[in-house]
C-alpha cells in the first residue's frame, strides 16, 4: 500500500532554511504526484507544490514559488522539500500526499488520495 512518511521539521529562526523529506512507497499508478500541504493552527490546508513520478516535472501554488522548491531523489525513493527566508506565518505541520493519478493541480488538498503523518515546523526568534 502506499506510504508517506515526512521527516525534518522543527524550530528555525526567522529567515533560517530548513529541508524537509518525504519517504515514499508502495505506489499502484503508473503516472501520480506527490506534493506537499501545509497546516497552520486554526487555518486551512493549503497547497504547496508537488512532483510527478515519471519525469520529475513541477507544479507549485504561485504564491510559493519564491520560497519554497520541491525536489526528488529516485535512488533513495525520497521527495524533498527547500524552506528558505522562513517567517512566522510558516508555522504549521507539513503534510506529504499522493494524487494517484497526476494533474496539473498535484498540490491540491483536494486533489489528494494518500496522506502521510505530517512533520511540525516552527518558526520563531
Known amino acids: 500500500q502506499v506510504q508517506l512518511v515526512e521527516s525534518g521539521g522543527g524550530l528555525v529562526q526567522p529567515g533560517g532554511s530548513l529541508k524537509l523529506s518525504c519517504a515514499v512507497s508502495?505506489?499502484?499508478?503508473?503516472?501520480?504526484?506527490i506534493g506537499w500541504v501545509r497546516q497552520a493552527p486554526g487555518k486551512e490546508h493549503e497547497g504547496i507544490s508537488c512532483?510527478?513520478?515519471?519525469?520529475?516535472?513541477?507544479y507549485y501554488a504561485e504564491s510559493m514559488k519564491a520560497r519554497f522548491a520541491i525536489s526528488r531523489d529516485t535512488d533513495k525513493d525520497t521527495v524533498y522539500l527547500q524552506m528558505n527566508n522562513q517567517k512566522p506565518e510558516d508555522t504549521a505541520t507539513y503534510f506529504c500526499a499522493e494524487e494517484r493519478v497526476a494533474t496539473l493541480k498535484c498540490y491540491l488538498q483536494k486533489n489528494m488520495d494518500y496522506w502521510g503523518k505530517g512533520t511540525r515546523v516552527t518558526v520563531s526568534p
Open positions: 508502495g505506489f499502484d499508478s503508473d503516472y501520480h504526484a
Open positions: 512532483i510527478s513520478n515519471w519525469d520529475g516535472s513541477t
